[in-house]
């Protein structure tokens, strides 16, 4: 049997249950996956509240690293004993054990441990795509990052200073706004009422060429007004609620803006992609220019009350789930 977290419906964190479910059986293609270490995400709360829909009953959590215990008919490519990691649809993390296409696994390189990658994969690769392919951000460009303490957040700052841009990053406090300056940010703004006002301020009211808004509904409208013309708006998450329906001519009015809703399926779909964006990750965290911040711990039989820290805004950084 496998020990897991299943809903059995939507809602507050109390419907995530400790149970027994099961082992899987891996079928043509797939590995089953012992799991050494579980990757918490925002998008795990818009799947249990049922913001973004799945049957049910189900297992949360789209991270893990672990090692491959059994491997289904036809896999050439994956070995019994391989160090792996994903992040990844369907949903199905919280688990001690799970079965996963090969196509989506990952090798671990030796010196990238269990934890680090579970705590990386999905919010890294995530930073990978926002800055090096969404938009290519380069050496002397000022960037606007929101949540810069959080998981996706330490990573954005970091990053994207190694780049040589200059990171303007946004908290709620002024200790997170601390944490998110000692991971790359040259500027922190604490709270969002006037948001615009101060990075114009900071840009000698230029402007950023580019916005990353992981918080939706709360910043949307603030986020455009920090932009220069033809600048990106780049809404990737909603932590406060989704956007919404906008008035595209807003983005005209505001000088010819440019927005996308992108997600890290898409820039991953291809394997060719996943594999150059986890090498890409991998490559920044071994030569030390990322460093990951696990700066919290869950048993994984305890995922609500990792759910509930994530939430109510009192983690930073990465967040780990331990089977
Ligand atoms: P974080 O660690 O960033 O946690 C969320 C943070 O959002 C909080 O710590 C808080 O920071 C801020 N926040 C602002 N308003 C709220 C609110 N009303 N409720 C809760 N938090 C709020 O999470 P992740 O790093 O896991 O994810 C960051 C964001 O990126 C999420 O929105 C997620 O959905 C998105 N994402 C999108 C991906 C994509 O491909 N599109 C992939 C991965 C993540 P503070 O207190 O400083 O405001």
């Not at 380069?138 to 990053?159: D, K, N, S, Y």
């Not at 595209?248 to 505001?254: D, M, Q, S, T």
Request: hydrophobic share 45%; net charge neutral.
């Amino acid at each position: 049997m496998t020990q897991a977290i299943r809903m059995h419906t939507h809602g507050g964190p109390e419907v995530l249950r400790w149970e027994s479910v099961p082992t899987p059986e891996p079928g043509p293609g797939e590995a089953l996956v012992h799991h050494a270490a579980v990757g918490l995400n925002f998008i795990d709360v818009y799947f249990r509240t049922g913001l973004y829909k799945t049957a049910l009953p189900a297992i949360p959590g789209m991270e893990a690293s672990g090692t491959i215990t059994a491997l289904g008919p036809d896999v050439t490519n994956f070995a019994v004993g391989d160090r792996v990691a994903y992040a990844t649809a369907p949903i199905g993390a919280y688990a001690t054990d799970r079965v996963l296409v090969t196509d989506r696994l990952v090798k671990l390189p030796d010196d990238i441990d269990f934890k680090t990658a579970a705590a990386m994969m999905l919010q890294g690769m995530t930073a990978q795509y926002l800055l090096r392919r969404t938009h290519k951000v380069t050496a002397g460009e000022t960037i606007l990052v929101h949540a810069a303490a959080g998981g996706v957040g330490l990573i954005l700052c970091q990053w994207a200073k190694s780049l040589g841009a200059t990171v303007i990053g946004v908290t709620s406090t002024e200790a997170k706004a601390e944490l998110a300056r000692a991971n790359g940010a040259a500027h922190t703004i604490v709270g969002t009422a006037n948001l615009a006002e101060e990075v114009r301020h900071l840009t000698d009211g230029a402007g950023v060429p580019v916005v990353y808004d992981s918080i939706g509904r709360e910043t949307f409208a603030a986020s455009l007004d920090c932009l220069a013309p033809l600048g990106l708006m780049v809404s990737y998450g909603n932590a406060s609620g989704p956007v919404g329906a906008i008035d595209v001519g807003l983005l005209a009015a505001k000088g010819s803006l440019f927005l996308t809703r992108p997600n890290l399926a898409t820039y991953t779909a291809k394997r060719a992609d996943l594999e150059a964006a986890a090498r890409d990750l991998f490559a920044v965290v071994e030569k030390g220019a990322v460093r990951i911040n696990v700066n919290q711990t869950f048993p994984l039989s305890d995922a609500a009350r990792a759910h509930e820290a994530l939430e109510a805004r009192r983690t930073t950084g990465s967040t780990l789930l331990l089977p």
